[in-house]
């Protein structure tokens, strides 16, 4: 049974091609840089599309004993260096914890794909057998999170989400409702997902890519761009970090899902509505209390013309009055790790008073007229933000966080 205890959020730690850290991934969120480039972990030559938010600058040692990385993709690299600053973040000492009351949540769309080409390669340039075992066991898509616990020596079940784009959200509901329900004292929650060809030609054959520019709500939006990158969050009760005067980035008051099992890639309003009235339930608020939402946004036409639309049928009128930005303008989508990173930003809106913008934006489009914060950030008083994430096959998953304002002890 609930016991229905407070759970917040006391570190961040991000991996991201406009910053590694939450000091350099904010400050450039807020300055809107862009983090897309041309892609130089492979030769694109070849392919239709040469564009996207890779991580140029991670330096995996820094996070990671040189002997253990030939043990580990670069998706597990990603989410323990996001882990392990996350932790610092939060004054956590993870030798001094409890590991009995402390697990792990993570979601990824696309898991080790770079293990994948890896033995694709071997495979057409040399044969099956040249495949080797140890190359084969990092592949799992599991063995991400069973890095991250293995090397923190967690003891609460590991979780893995597989929910594509919206994982990240999911992974954080979970972890949400393990603290609350007292399974769990403390719970690292977020997503990952590395740069790899899979992405890269999958997303340019659904012609769902845009040649360099990603630009949410525009007119002329062309496409998505694929990114890179890990978010995670530690999550923990509201009385213990108030025990030990942890900074407190936000509380989770909720969480809304909902499957509307329509199409493989196409979005359906009537899921993303009955996923963000959900969240409002559960979080116990109404619509004239949400300050900001950090839109899916991924800057395909259906995709954002879809949320808005699904948006102006949630808040009524109210949809011009509340900022609505998408940070994928300046990362490009990075899958699993998404809504992870966009948590981030909510947490930190929330305790900066400052919005993100959606860069890129230049010619109005009447069928997504919303406050997108267009091309420089702004300052507000965000009390209650939003977190909005959709996934191919309908899943669809939106996070509320709420400041805090006055604690009662």
């Known amino acids: 049974m609930k016991n229905n205890r407070r759970v917040v959020i006391t570190g961040l730690g991000v991996v991201s091609s406009i910053g590694i850290g939450k000091a350099d991934f904010w400050r450039n969120l807020i300055a809107g840089k862009s983090g897309i480039s041309k892609i ?11 564009f996207g938010g890779e991580v140029k600058n991670f330096k995996s040692e820094e996070f990671i004993d040189k002997r253990k990385l030939k043990h580990m993709g670069r998706a597990s690299q990603m989410a323990l260096a996001a882990a392990r600053l996350s932790l610092e973040d939060a004054g956590l000492n993870i030798k001094k914890i409890d590991k009995a009351k402390m697990g792990v949540c993570l979601g990824t769309t696309m898991g080790e794909a770079q293990i994948l080409e890896e033995m694709d390669k071997l495979w057409v340039d040399k044969g099956e057998k040249d495949i080797g075992h140890k190359t084969v066991i990092l592949f799992p898509t599991n063995n991400i999170v069973g890095n991250l616990a293995n090397e923190l020596q967690l003891k609460v079940d590991s979780f893995m989400f597989a929910n594509a784009c919206s994982a990240g959200n999911y992974s954080i509901g979970y972890a949400f409702d393990l603290i609350r329900s007292g399974k769990a004292d403390v719970m690292l929650a977020g997503g990952v997902d590395a740069f790899s060809r899979v992405n890269l030609v999958g997303f340019s054959r659904l012609y769902a890519m845009a040649p360099e520019v990603c630009r949410p709500f525009d007119l002329n939006r062309e496409g ?56 409002i339930k559960e979080a116990g608020i109404k619509i004239e209390d949400v300050d900001y939402i950090s839109a899916h946004g991924t800057g395909t036409v259906q995709n954002d013309k879809t949320e808005c639309s699904a948006i102006k049928k949630v808040f009524g009128a109210k949809y011009k009055e509340i900022p609505i930005s998408s940070i994928k303008s300046m990362l490009g989508h990075t899958m699993g790790a ?26 109005p489009d009447p069928e997504c007229d919303v406050d997108c914060v267009p091309n420089h950030s702004r300052k507000a008083e965000v009390n209650i933000a939003f977190n909005n994430s959709y996934a191919f096959g309908g899943n669809n998953a939106c996070l509320v966080f709420k400041k805090i304002v006055e604690v009662q002890k």
């Open 40 to 50: 130089e972990a492979f030769d694109t030559s070849a392919y239709e599309r040469h």
């Open 224 to 279: 998505m761009l694929v990114g890179e990158g890990a978010g995670m969050l530690l999550l923990e009760t509201l009385d213990s970090a108030l025990k030990r005067k942890a900074t407190i980035y936000a509380e989770i008051l909720g969480y809304g899902l909902s499957c509307d099992a329509y199409h493989m890639t196409a979005p359906k309003e009537e899921g993303i509505v009955e996923c963000m009235r959900r969240g």
């Open 338 to 363: 998404a809504s992870a990173i966009e948590a981030i930003s909510c947490c930190l809106t929330i305790k900066e008073g400052v919005i993100a913008p959606t860069i890129n934006y230049q010619t």
